[in-house]
């Protein structure tokens, strides 16, 4: 039997390790791990995460795409270090991520690009993430259905469109927001939601489960019209078929989607990177062209042409937005949801 020493032994791996580099690069590669939007949406992520690896040999910016509330569990559950690094949320579960403490607190120092962010829309992230972009809800509608288009939230109590409307169920950013409009809209508040609870029953609309299946509905006219993203609706429009989208009075409702990172990453260093690209002029340019239609949340970044339609692009429109009160609203979804199942039968 052969005898092995230490230096032979030492040599034989050094040997090993020259014919076999990949061995060596898997053992001191990283991987950064970033939730990210289903379908198209997520492009600009992958955009970016590019961008990153060719900055960093060895790097792999890995896309999660999901809209589930899986990975939230999945983050809550992490023992020690979380096996997500980043995440996107809307300004509801935002606020609730702060509160459960799953993302971790903003290090300023380390963003370069932080002051070219919009002031207003930096506060509404309370020193957790980034203000990354955001989107409306406004008024989706079929040209082809709808002959005299709405021009304001009112409008869409006009007996010419009752039983035409559709309308998302509560349990998304989308639904709340159009319970809340219909509240504001007739002397409510996020705090009065009656009065808004009171208009949609008057609608006769038809409820839909998500806002997919809401644009589904217009696209194969079980509606006329709908509250909806500007987003969907530029992706309806963009398949050649009739769907228009307004701004109404006073204002379409501005929804911020803020990145953030996940507390106990592996990677800070690499998370703020991710944070600051994400507020680069680059970025944000490429996430508010055709077909994401992704509102600017930082200075200097011109509305493309084919946006226009979908998104603010003048000082008038970005004046005339209405945000929510979320911290208000927020805490009340659970309860929200089920009354909107009873009423509209879902």
């Keep these: ?31 950064l791990v970033i939730v990210t939007y289903p379908g198209r949406l997520s492009e600009p992520h992958r955009w970016l995460g590019d961008q990153m690896e060719r900055r960093h040999p060895g790097l792999r910016v890995r896309l999660v795409p999901s809209d589930s509330q899986d990975i939230v569990a999945q983050i809550k559950a ?16 935002h606020i609730t991520a702060m509160a459960e403490g ?13 002051g070219s ?22 008024i989706a509608y079929n040209a082809q259905m709808v002959r005299n288009p709405p021009e304001s939230w009112a409008d ?7 039983g035409k409307i559709g309308i998302a169920r509560t349990s998304s950013n989308l639904g709340l927001a159009t319970l809340a409009i219909a509240a504001k809209t007739f002397g409510g508040s996020e705090t009065a939601l009656e009065p808004g609870w009171a208009k949609l029953r008057e609608l006769d609309a038809k409820a839909a489960r998500s806002p997919a299946i809401l644009t589904q509905m217009l ?14 609706t530029a992706s309806a429009a963009e398949k050649g078929l009739p769907i228009r989208f307004v701004m109404p009075k006073p ?13 106990n990453s592996r990677h800070p260093d690499l998370v703020n990177e991710w944070l600051d690209g994400i507020l680069s002029a680059e970025y944000q340019a490429r996430a508010a062209a055709s077909p994401f239609f992704f509102g600017p949340t930082v200075r200097g970044v011109a509305v493309p042409d084919a946006a226009k339609p979908y998104t603010p692009s003048t000082p008038a429109e970005v ?23 009873r009423v509209f039968s879902l």
């Design 219 to 232: 696209e194969r006219e079980e509606i006329a019209i709908a509250p909806l993203w500007n987003n969907n």
């Design 156 to 162: 869409l109590w006009k007996p010419e469109f009752r």
């Design 251 to 263: 204002g379409a409702i501005a929804i911020i989607s803020f990145m953030s990172g996940i507390a």
């Design 102 to 114: 799953y993302i971790a607190k903003r290090n300023d120092g380390a963003l370069r690009n932080l």
């Design 117 to 138: 962010v919009f002031p207003d829309l930096l506060a509404k992230s309370q020193g957790f993430g980034v203000p990354a972009t955001y989107s409306l809800v406004g």
């Design 1 to 31: 039997m052969t005898r092995l020493s230490r230096r032979s032994t030492l040599a034989g791996l050094a040997a090993g390790a020259i014919a076999a580099p990949g061995i060596l690069r898997a053992q001191t590669a990283r991987e």
């Design 78 to 93: 992490a023992q020690g270090h979380s096996a997500f690094d980043a995440m996107p949320n809307d300004e509801p579960p």
């Design 319 to 341: 004046l005339a937005l209405q945000t929510i009160d979320w911290p208000a609203i927020a805490p009340q979804r659970g309860g929200l949801v089920e009354r909107f199942d």
